[in-house]
């Protein structure tokens, strides 16, 4: 089959949006399917075979990102009368959202939307307008959106439960995980820790990730204001890059835990399996993950995982087993990394689960997918 799917965020950016996007396309191509990205333009990135890149314009605040002008109609109407697409899978229900759902009903195509996010813990990107009256809107607009697709995907039961919320139909969402490409890169630790410059006896207590503020990073900068009176040779290693580098700079400042951050910058996810292997823990305060693909990654590295006990990243974990969830404060985080890093055997046994842990492989996502594209078309 053709599927096309939209989406904002999409190769060069690089977030989870995009690396799940990529990893259903290149296993969609293996089985014979055929897939077209329509997504937006980047400066000096050239369009790939396979990608139907639409005019766009770059928010100077938000250079990582474009987003479509008005003028990209005409090229995805000529797209779609000169092809068969048989479904159009929508994963950002904002504005190629709705310029899919026009071509949907234009073209009498089935469409599939996939919730990737919890817009809602988003609406701190517009503090100039009333929270109240954003969260109604994006309530309506949500419901409103969802309610033109067939079939839904999101990828746990935290962001199935959210979508529910918004009066979306529950009966139509898939629970479908974005799936794990390959097996973990595993570097020699010893290797790995010279590469990064970490002595042997330093303990690395590692957070990948956006650098943003959704992500809470400012309760590590607490945490470690606990932590760096018991546990003189840790530190927290701070690996992603992203907007709120600036103030998670200024929270570890006022925390005065500057000494004891390590902000590695962003590493290329070829490289990323080093970093893992040089670790000791894994420290997760997210809480508006609808997954959390780097715990997922963390474990396969057998890093034992701390992760608050709210959004989806905990469903990843099992508590005790694979890492501890813990309640969503430095008190309970720097009492867990603190249990951990006294209790070596503890410690050991939480690493062995954390590499047992069951995970969704990017081609057991990929045949979910296509049955959920298959009852879309049959209804």
Same mark, same amino acid.
């Given at each position: 089959?053709?599927?096309?799917?939209?989406?904002?965020?999409?190769t060069? *950016?690089?977030?989870?949006?995009?690396?799940?996007?990529?990893?259903?396309?290149?296993?969609?191509?293996?089985?014979?399917h055929?897939?077209?990205i329509?997504t937006?333009?980047?400066? @000096?990135?050239? %369009?790939?075979?396979?990608?139907?890149?639409?005019?766009?314009?770059r928010?100077p605040?938000?250079?990582?990102y474009?987003?479509?002008?008005?003028?990209?109609?005409? @090229?995805?109407?000529?797209?779609?009368?000169?092809?068969?697409?048989?479904?159009?899978?929508?994963?950002?229900?904002?504005?190629?959202?709705? %310029?899919?759902?026009? =071509?949907?009903?234009?073209?009498?195509?089935?469409?599939?939307?996939?919730?990737?996010?919890l817009?809602?813990?988003?609406?701190?990107?517009?503090p100039?307008?009333?929270?109240k009256?954003?969260?109604?809107?994006?309530?309506?607009h949500?419901?409103?959106?969802?309610?033109?697709?067939?079939?839904?995907?999101?990828?746990?039961?935290?962001?199935?439960?959210?979508?529910?919320?918004?009066?979306?139909?529950a009966?139509?969402?898939?629970?479908i995980?974005?799936?794990?490409?390959?097996?973990?890169?595993?570097?020699?630790?010893?290797?790995?820790?010279?590469?990064?410059?970490?002595?042997?006896?330093?303990?690395?207590?590692?957070? *990948?990730?956006?650098?943003?503020?959704?992500?809470?990073?400012?309760?590590?900068?607490?945490m470690?204001?606990?932590?760096?009176?018991?546990?003189?040779?840790?530190?927290?290693?701070?690996?992603?890059?992203?907007?709120?580098i600036?103030?998670?700079?200024r929270? %570890?400042?006022k925390?005065?835990?500057?000494?004891?951050?390590?902000?590695?910058?962003?590493?290329?996810?070829?490289?990323?399996?080093a970093?893992?292997?040089?670790?000791?823990?894994? *420290?997760?305060?997210?809480?508006?993950?609808?997954?959390?693909l780097?715990?997922?990654?963390?474990?396969?590295?057998?890093?034992?995982?701390?992760?608050?006990?709210?959004? %989806?990243?905990?469903?990843?974990?099992?508590?005790?087993?694979s890492g501890?969830?813990?309640d969503?404060?430095?008190?309970?985080?720097?009492?867990? *990394?603190?249990?951990?890093?006294?209790?070596?055997?503890?410690?050991?046994? =939480?690493?062995?689960?954390a =590499?047992?842990?069951?995970?969704?492989?990017?081609?057991?996502?990929?045949?979910?997918?296509?049955?959920?594209?298959?009852h879309?078309?049959?209804?």
């Open positions: 089959m053709h599927i096309a799917m939209f989406s904002e965020s999409y060069p *950016v690089t977030n989870g949006v995009a690396v799940s996007i990529t990893t259903l396309k290149d296993q969609l191509e293996a089985r014979g055929r897939v077209t329509v937006t333009r980047h400066a @000096k990135y050239r %369009a790939k075979q396979g990608e139907l890149r639409v005019p766009s314009f928010l605040y938000w250079p990582e474009t987003l479509p002008m008005s003028t990209i109609y005409g @090229k995805l109407d000529r797209f779609f009368e000169q092809e068969h697409v048989d479904i159009i899978h929508t994963h950002i229900p904002f504005i190629l959202g709705w %310029a899919a759902i026009r =071509l949907s009903k234009m073209h009498h195509i089935p469409m599939v939307g996939h919730y990737h996010t817009y809602d813990h988003y609406l701190h990107y517009a100039f307008l009333p929270k009256l954003m969260y109604k809107g994006l309530s309506t949500i419901c409103g959106f969802y309610g033109h697709c067939r079939q839904i995907i999101t990828p746990s039961q935290f962001s199935k439960e959210r979508l529910s919320a918004f009066g979306v139909e009966e139509k969402i898939n629970i995980p974005t799936g794990y490409i390959d097996e973990p890169d595993l570097v020699p630790r010893d290797e790995a820790r010279q590469l990064y410059h970490i002595e042997p006896q330093q303990r690395a207590l590692l957070f *990948v990730g956006r650098i943003a503020i959704e992500k809470n990073i400012g309760l590590l900068m607490d470690m204001a606990i932590i760096k009176g018991k546990h003189p040779n840790a530190f927290l290693w701070i690996v992603g890059s992203g907007p709120a600036h103030i998670v700079r929270q %570890a400042r925390a005065g835990v500057m000494d004891r951050v390590r902000f590695q910058g962003k590493v290329p996810h070829k490289q990323i399996g970093v893992y292997s040089a670790a000791d823990l894994f *420290v997760f305060p997210s809480i508006t993950e609808t997954q959390g780097v715990v997922g990654e963390a474990q396969g590295y057998s890093l034992p995982c701390i992760a608050a006990d709210h959004a %989806a990243a905990a469903e990843s974990i099992l508590n005790d087993v501890m969830i813990v969503g404060s430095p008190e309970y985080f720097a009492a867990a *990394v603190d249990e951990l890093l006294c209790d070596e055997d503890k410690r050991n046994r =939480l690493a062995a689960g =590499l047992s842990a069951p995970r969704v492989s990017a081609a057991q996502m990929a045949d979910m997918v296509t049955k959920v594209y298959e879309a078309i049959s209804r």
